[in-house]
């Protein structure tokens, strides 16, 4: 059965981190003596209550973590995570809705991006620091963070990095994963550093620069202006932005052997950085065109608006430079929903189908096509050098299918709640993904998405926490295969 007390255990030590981070924003709110000092006050009180509850009710926990706990805490602290994380919005009113609170929430430590708040420039530095850093504390994951500074919290540690990784492969650069775990966050940490600084060089503001900063390398997307980088008009800061997601979007593993290890031929012999790096070029060269051939844009201007929505949504950050996308040739609107779909590398903070599991289908389509020349060949898929074995390509099919039927009853139910087709699609694809924005123009690109009715709202919370976690972590859950007792 589920080890119920070390799950509480687990769930109260993070709500007293997440307290701690609420802390952060406090000082930023007293710093600029604004009104939403109380709301983090309270917040951090009630979080420090809550983590105080779960942990009486984990007293005495054995220190180990079954697989199916894994799935459980894993699941769960998601959720919980977002419920106190949503307490400052309400508590200082900038968000009056509990509906929308969550989805706020949810749609920040998820990386998704999409936001229900049609004014973020009314909010208060400590509440728009907030936005900012869930994202951050989401971009890798909440619980494998907890891996990296309290290793002896996290029996079944191995469990918890396969139910909470994104890929089909999990990679370790280190036998002991919690040193794996505080190399990532090293590296995650020094991206955020050097993208910060690079913004201040650029023009911004210290607390500009590090709010955006936290959120290109997290791939998030939450701004603190309405026209979020477009604000500024610098093509210097759009050219850091699109560098920095493009590195958030590689494997995490690769940036190490490159940074620290020196070996930077190991990034272009990476069958999946190949193919990342191809498709971003490619995309971005036939964008360049369209925009060049069939609108008013200089080469620069279609250059750089192209590079930087593909990576943008390549890597489902999301951050728009201020273009109208809506008025862009339309085969421009089917290569940004192409690319939105794939994602960037797994083991990066990206969402989407990822491109390791893009290369893994090109192999297998590849291998059918020398079957019928060959029938009696045996054709493996390798990656890297690596024989992969038929579970796990039998599992990306499996996850192939799954995020298609999930974009489908999603749009079913939102048509039926008086979302119109084109809407209704493209939130799904951009929810399941971890996008933010839409490619509509009355939704999620001009707008916020508030106008969303409440109970679609619900369902894209669930589909942005089941993109996050890949579907199969919160999936197996409703299974009655995974409550019984053996």
Not at 337 to 347: P, S
């Amino acid at each position: 059965m589920v080890n119920f007390r070390i799950i509480f255990k687990i769930i109260g030590s993070l709500l007293f981190i997440e307290a701690l981070f609420m802390g952060l924003c406090l000082a930023i709110a007293m710093t600029h003596h604004e009104d939403d000092v109380l709301a983090f006050i309270v917040s951090m009180l009630i979080t420090y209550i809550g983590g105080f509850i779960f942990l009486y009710h984990g007293q005495q926990a054995e220190n180990t973590l079954s697989r199916r706990d894994a799935y459980v805490v894993v699941t769960a602290v998601w959720v919980i995570f977002s419920i106190f994380g949503m307490f400052p919005f309400l508590i200082h009113g900038s968000i009056t809705s509990l509906t929308d609170a969550y989805f706020e929430t949810m749609s920040g430590f998820t990386t998704t991006g999409a936001s229900i708040i049609d004014d973020v420039e009314r909010l208060p530095h400590g509440i728009l620091f907030w936005r900012s850093l869930m994202q951050w504390i989401g971009g890798l994951g909440i619980v494998f963070f907890t891996i990296a500074i309290l290793p002896s919290l996290v029996g079944g540690s191995v469990k918890i990095f396969a139910a909470e990784a994104t890929g089909p492969i999990k990679a370790k650069m280190h036998p002991r994963l919690t040193t794996t775990a505080k190399w990532i966050w090293t590296i995650y940490l020094l991206l955020t550093l050097g993208c910060g600084f690079s913004y201040w060089a650029a023009g911004m503001g210290w607390f500009e620069a590090t709010t955006y900063a936290m959120t290109t390398t997290a791939t998030g997307g939450f701004a603190v202006h309405n026209d979020s980088t477009a604000y500024y008009h610098s093509p210097a800061i759009d050219y850091i932005s699109i560098l920095f997601q493009f590195l958030s979007g590689i494997n995490f593993t690769l940036l190490y052997m490159s940074m620290f290890k020196l070996r930077f031929t190991a990034l272009f012999k990476n069958s999946e950085f190949k193919f990342y790096l191809s498709t971003v070029a490619v995309a971005t060269l036939l964008v360049t065109y369209l925009l060049f051939a069939h609108t008013d844009y200089t080469l620069e201007h279609a250059f750089r608006s192209a590079l930087f929505h593909i990576v943008s949504f390549i890597t489902t950050t999301g951050m728009l430079m201020g273009d109208d996308i809506g008025q862009w040739p339309s085969l421009t609107w089917v290569i940004l929903a192409l690319v939105m779909y794939l994602g960037a590398c797994a083991g990066s903070t990206s969402g989407g189908f990822k491109c390791i599991r893009g290369v893994m289908l090109l192999q297998v389509v590849r291998n059918n096509f020398r079957q019928i020349l060959h029938p009696n060949a045996v054709l493996p898929v390798r990656i890297n050098g690596q024989s992969i074995p038929s579970s796990k390509l039998v599992a990306v099919f499996a996850f192939f299918v799954l995020t298609i039927l999930m974009v489908f009853f999603t749009v079913v139910a939102m048509i039926m709640s008086g979302v119109d087709f084109a809407n209704a699609f493209t939130i799904a694809v951009s929810c399941v993904g971890n996008v933010g924005p839409s490619l509509s123009t009355t939704i999620g690109e001009v707008t916020s998405w508030s106008a969303l009715p409440a109970g679609t709202k619900w369902l894209l919370c669930l589909l942005m926490l089941m993109g996050r976690l890949e579907i199969m972590t919160v999936l197996v859950l409703f299974t009655p295969q995974f409550w019984k007792e053996n």
